[in-house]
């Protein structure tokens, strides 16, 4: 049975990431300030620390426990946000990787896996990315996240740390929050369908995403956890891109009711759209994909039609 630090356990990845832990028996202790995230998501035998992560008032609270591997996945995730307050993503994102990074080399923790994100890339020509294309990060959100990375590699080299970034692309699935409209493709069109019968879109129909589906993001973590040493990074994405407008029209087709659509002005920052080359993460850490854009959408609609249901008393 191994010990772990899950941040960002009331979150989206972060709660499916420590229930299947908690399911196997490992126990998990999480940090979460509840931003975006809900407390009925944190599941059942976590210990949880309200507080952020970016704070070292809160990570004091760790109280030397000398966990496993610890494995960051609390953070705001909204370019947007980034824009609307750019200090604040530095710290919920950054500094609270470099705290993390700090208490396992006091603390004698040899792994560390980390939420980063395939946002570091910004646009490229050709779409299709590598580990070895450019960063050229769009976002102050993908800047915090990059040099996460670069802080990991220091932590690697000089410390024995084996910390592993993986790069998100757009994790979506059931669990997700229907609430927050400023991250999540899926979600986000997803949540206004159910909810008003109405998807308003920022920015053109031809963007195009590379969906991954939440179990698929939990079996890179786990993957990762296996890594031995030195830092690395990998892309976790399916290779397949899906424009705007097919999202669209999934989500559409698989509700009983009709739904209308408007685009207005695009966000600050936004890529137009990238798509993952997931070759080294399936070489070197046995990981692949499972699960196709469509079966994981008519799973996350039937989820969402039930939980607004639920939500009117129906
Ligand atoms: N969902 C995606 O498509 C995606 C893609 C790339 C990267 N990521 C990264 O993965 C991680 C998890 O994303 P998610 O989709 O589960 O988002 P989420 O918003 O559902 O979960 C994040 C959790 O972290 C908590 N949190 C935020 N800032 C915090 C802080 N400073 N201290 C403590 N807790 C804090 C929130 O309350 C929430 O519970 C994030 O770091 C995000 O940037 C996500």
Excluded at 36 to 42: F, L, N, S, V
Excluded at 262 to 288: H, M
Aim: net charge neutral.
């Amino acid at each position: 049975m191994g010990k772990y630090l899950v941040t960002g356990a009331a979150g989206f990845i972060g709660g499916a990431v420590a229930e299947l832990l908690i399911n196997r028996g490992d126990s998990v202790v999480t940090i979460d300030n509840l931003s975006t995230g809900m407390r009925e998501r944190i599941p059942k035998g976590v210990d949880f620390i309200e507080g952020d992560a970016g704070s070292p008032k809160v990570i004091r609270k760790l109280n030397g426990i000398r966990f496993d591997a610890i494995i960051h996945l609390a953070g705001q995730s909204s370019g947007e946000v980034s824009f609307e307050n750019p200090v604040y993503d530095l710290q919920t994102n950054t500094q609270s990787t470099l705290l993390l990074l700090d208490y396992a080399c006091r603390n004698d923790i040899h792994r560390f896996v980390y939420a980063g994100s395939m946002s570091v890339y910004g646009d490229q020509n050709p779409p299709l990315v590598t580990e070895d294309s450019d960063t050229v990060p769009k976002s102050f959100y993908a800047v915090g996240k990059l040099a996460s990375e670069k802080y990991m590699r220091i932590y690697a080299s000089e410390f024995g740390i084996t910390c592993t970034a993986l790069r998100f692309f757009n994790i979506y699935g059931v669990g997700q929050n229907l609430s927050n409209l400023k991250q999540g493709m899926a979600s986000i069109y997803l949540a206004m369908a159910v909810r008003d019968h109405k998807i308003i879109v920022k920015g053109s129909p031809d963007r195009f995403r590379d969906f991954v589906y939440i179990d698929d993001a939990v079996s890179s973590v786990m993957a990762a956890l296996e890594r031995k040493n030195g830092f690395d990074f990998y892309n976790v994405s399916t290779k397949h891109r899906t424009r705007v407008e097919e999202v669209i029209r999934i989500i559409c087709d698989g509700l009983p009711y009709s739904v209308t659509t408007e685009y207005v002005s695009g966000t600050q920052g936004d890529q137009f759209g990238i798509y993952g080359d997931n070759s080294k993460i399936r070489k070197e850490l046995g990981w692949s994909p499972q699960v196709k854009f469509e079966e994981g959408m008519a799973r996350m609609t039937e989820w969402a039609v039930e939980r607004m249901a639920a939500e009117r008393g129906m």
